[in-house]
């Protein structure tokens, strides 16, 4: 009768402990391991996160500099108005100007930007003429834009007969971004 209780107590035993506490273990070590895989996670996270971050200001240094690279140039245009309203500038300058020719067009940055950026230098050769104060005044106005323009094999020299003006010629060249992004903006 012993043996018979003794046999029964442990198949009691037995039974309790897989009905009660072998899942209950189970569960244990599942935890255990999801708040392993957390951690592991949420470190993971923080390291991408920290990389994201350092990424995203690297571009936002990058998009700035752009911008202010991006206002030395023309835009094309500003390119056409420029080089329409160089004799009205002139004018203005009490300069007159007496021949004004395009020059083709020479590409600055090379190969093609697979970016859709290009630079383009676009040059005229003017001729104008003008009193001394006047011609710097011009060429005062020319500096004075927001825009790089470059001015290049300039010449002074008297008008002939006598004359109190002066006979100039340069060589001026404007440099323009063909950006596509740029040019979206500006057209959309």
């Keep these: 009768m012993v043996a018979i209780l003794i046999t029964l107590l442990v198949i009691l035993t037995v039974a309790m402990y897989n009905w009660i506490l072998s899942p209950q273990m189970a569960y244990l070590r599942a935890a255990q391991l999801q708040g392993d895989m957390t951690n592991e996670v949420i470190a993971k996270t923080k390291m991408i996160t920290g990389r994201i971050k350092k990424k995203k200001s690297r571009l936002e240094k990058l998009a700035h500099d752009f911008e202010q690279t991006a206002t030395q140039f023309f835009l094309p245009e500003q390119a056409k108005d420029f080089f329409s309203s160089l004799e009205i500038s002139a004018e203005e300058t009490q300069c007159t100007i007496s021949s004004l020719i395009l020059r083709r067009d020479q590409s600055v940055s090379g190969d093609e930007d697979p970016n859709g950026i290009s630079i383009v230098a676009k040059s005229a050769s003017v001729d104008f003429t ?10 005062g106005k020319l500096s004075g834009y927001q825009q790089r323009i470059s001015i290049a094999d300039l010449r002074i020299e008297m008008a002939p007969a006598g004359a109190r003006q002066l006979e100039c010629s340069a060589i001026i060249t404007i440099y323009v971004i063909n950006d596509m992004e740029i040019l979206e903006d500006e057209n959309g």
């Design 130 to 139: 003008g009193g001394y104060d006047n011609i710097l005044g011009f060429l």
